[in-house]
């Protein structure tokens, strides 16, 4: 688990610092002292990060946590980060699992997916060509995080500037065609994401025209 930042914290304990009473409710916290403010604060701004996670048993979570500060964790952190590293994996692993058996979809060696939709009748590009593309892009659950179609306007780029999967998945185009690439994490952002946008792991979709290969 990250820790919060100093920033988030301090705004946390601006606000109600010395404002902050029992409510009263069976079992809360009584805030006294700083440090028990300064404690709680850590609290809510983990539970914030820890609700947007589907299924979440608070309580196992409280226990975790409770037991790693007195070193009396059941898990290693080894353990613990390669348990969270899987859940973060699955989705994207499984929805591609599934996108493998459906009709016209292309499974290549490094695992990236692709689905010819229109076929092109210019020539295919090699790594170190220029493209001219328009593209719209979704996470697996159809959240669109870019698109040039709504820009506008198409994009140029180096072929081998851009993510493994965009540089092998238009080298398996010809210019004027267009397809559906499916991209899993390895050959997108990785571990990291993107930009706020792309979460750690994620597996991504790309519906591509290839209009030209830039001479």
Same mark, same amino acid.
Request: negative net charge; aromatic residues 8%.
């Given at each position: 688990m990250k820790l919060i930042s100093k920033v988030l914290l301090g705004t946390a304990i601006t606000v109600g610092l010395f404002?902050?009473?029992?409510?009263?409710? @069976?079992?809360?916290? @009584?805030?006294?002292?700083?440090?028990?403010?300064?404690?709680?604060?850590?609290?809510?701004?983990?539970? %914030?990060?820890?609700?947007q996670i589907e299924d979440i048993d608070a309580d196992k979570a409280a226990a975790g946590? &409770?037991?790693?500060?007195?070193?009396?964790?059941q898990l290693t952190m080894e353990q613990a980060n390669d348990l969270l590293t899987i859940e973060k994996r699955k989705p994207g692993e499984d929805f591609l699992a599934e996108n493998a058996k459906k009709e016209g979809v292309m499974t290549t060696a490094s695992g990236l997916q692709y689905k010819i939709t229109q076929e092109g009748t210019g020539n295919s590009p090699v790594a170190t060509?220029?493209? &001219?593309?328009?593209?719209?892009?979704?996470?697996?659950?159809?959240?669109?995080?870019?698109?040039?179609?709504? %820009?506008g306007e198409p994009i140029e780029f180096p072929l081998n500037?851009? +993510?493994?999967?965009?540089?092998?998945?238009?080298? $398996?185009? @010809?210019?004027?065609? @267009?397809?559906?690439?499916? +991209?899993?994490?390895?050959?997108?952002?990785?571990?990291r994401g993107a930009g706020g946008v792309i979460p750690p792991f994620a597996a991504l +979709?790309?519906?591509?025209? $290839? +209009?030209?290969?830039v001479k």
């Open positions: 404002s902050c009473q029992p409510s009263g409710d @069976k079992g809360a916290a @009584k805030l006294v002292t700083q440090q028990d403010s300064i404690s709680y604060s850590y609290g809510v701004m983990m539970a %914030r990060q820890l609700s946590l &409770r037991e790693a500060l007195n070193d009396t964790a060509n220029t493209v &001219r593309v328009h593209y719209t892009g979704t996470l697996i659950d159809g959240t669109k995080f870019d698109s040039s179609l709504d %820009r500037g851009v +993510i493994p999967g965009w540089t092998e998945g238009l080298q $398996l185009m @010809k210019e004027g065609g @267009k397809a559906t690439l499916y +991209i899993p994490y390895s050959l997108g952002y990785g571990e +979709i790309f519906d591509v025209e $290839l +209009i030209a290969i």
